[in-house]
Nanobody, 115 residues
């Protein structure tokens, strides 16, 4: 069973920065890794994804502020979040999409941005 372990969430003031990390257990190569978030009362939404080649895709709301990266050898994905806004407050979930089509999710890490 694949496990995703996230870290790096917390409380920060508006304009501040946080860096999220997520490590997937096992040594099986992962196709796409990404971050999603869910704010209270809202649906889970895509934040950013990155494939094995390093190609990325971002939600419009975070472009220019967030940067996703990964270490393929360690099955690890990072999310550098700068210029944080109160509307970025949410639970952030790591996702791993494997070549066999299976998806796995982390337990979520809370990010709270105070105004």
């Amino acid at each position: 069973q694949v496990q995703l372990v996230e870290s790096g969430g917390g409380l920060v003031q508006a304009g501040g920065s946080l860096r999220l990390s997520c490590v997937a257990s096992g040594r099986i190569s992962i196709n796409v890794m990404g971050w999603y978030r869910q704010a209270p009362g809202k649906q889970r939404e895509l934040v950013a994804i990155v494939n094995t080649s390093g190609s990325t895709n971002y939600a419009d709301s975070v472009k220019g502020r967030f940067t996703i990266s990964r270490d393929n050898a360690k099955n690890t994905v990072f999310l550098q979040m700068n210029s944080l806004k109160p509307e970025d407050t949410a639970v952030y979930y790591c996702n791993a999409h494997y070549w066999n089509g299976r998806d796995y999710w982390g337990q979520g890490t809370q990010v709270t941005v105070s105004s």
